[in-house]
């Protein structure tokens, strides 16, 4: 199983950006999703997540009201659409599949990893 992570970018302060996670694999369907970021110096944390279905998703605090996760089980592919950025977004930003098919926050409920997208705001 593979994920690749896409849609990185510079953007300022205010802007939009959508990330875009391809998962190969057959269980893609069955498992929770996750993205996480982690800016330099910085431990890596829970952004949002979304269960099997796509029909309950959590996220963040700090990203509530901003951030949406979805995902298209036919394409084998999670998304992450980011509004209203703010520098402090500024991470490289990790997409994850779980280990099961409800969402988690701690990385530790997850199994496989892309290899990062950098998000970097300016303000």
């Known amino acids: 199983v593979q994920l690749q992570a896409s849609g990185g970018g510079l953007v300022q302060a205010g802007g939009s950006l959508r990330l875009s996670c391809v998962v190969s694999g057959r269980i893609f369907g069955v498992r929770a999703m996750g993205w996480f970021r982690q800016a330099p110096g910085k431990e890596r944390e829970f952004v949002v997540a979304i269960n099997w279905s796509g029909g309950s998703t959590s996220a963040a605090d700090s990203v509530k009201g901003r951030f949406t996760i979805s995902r298209d089980n036919s394409k084998n592919t999670v998304w992450l659409q980011m509004n209203n950025l703010k520098p402090e977004d500024t991470a490289v930003y990790y997409c994850?599949?779980?280990?099961?098919?409800?969402?988690?926050?701690?990385?530790?409920?997850?199994?496989?990893w892309g290899q990062g997208t950098q998000v970097t705001v300016s303000s």
């Open positions: 994850a599949q779980g280990r099961t098919a409800v969402t988690k926050t701690l990385d530790s409920a997850y199994e496989r």
